[in-house]
């Protein structure tokens, strides 16, 4: 069992930066799948990026793709998510999740098996 606690959400305008948290615990020896889904009132929950905990392998939805960089940090089992350019678009509940996995690689399409309980994120114009 893995437990994941997301920090680092909060209110910033059109433009800024954010950084957002996800500290593991629990059965953290193993290698996994760990990354950022979002998900916006009204809407369908997105990825946004994953990242292999062992090899440091991302993958990132295209629309992710030069504003978002994801970063593991394994000595403190915690995923980060810096946030730059931030549009109003971006506000949502980011959450984290975490699979264990025996490969090298990542996608957003695995079946992520822990989640966290998220951390809002509202960018204003």
């Known amino acids: 069992q893995v437990q994941l606690v997301e920090s680092g959400g909060g209110s910033v305008q059109t433009g800024g930066s954010l950084r957002l948290s996800c500290a593991a615990s629990?059965?953290?020896?193993?290698?996994?799948?760990m990354g950022w889904f979002r998900q916006a009132p009204g809407k369908e929950r997105e990825a946004v990026a994953v990242?292999?905990?062992?090899?440091?392998?991302?993958s990132y939805a295209d629309s992710m793709k030069g504003r978002f960089t994801i970063s593991h940090d394994s000595a403190k089992a915690t995923v980060y998510l810096q946030m730059n350019g931030v549009q109003p678009e971006d506000t949502a509940m980011y959450y984290c999740a975490a699979v264990e996995t025996y490969g090298s690689a990542c996608s957003t399409k695995y079946e992520y098996a822990y989640w966290g309980k998220g951390t809002q994120v509202t960018v204003s114009s």
């Open positions: 990242i292999n905990t062992s090899f440091g392998s991302t």
């Open positions: 629990g059965n953290t020896n193993g290698r996994y799948c």
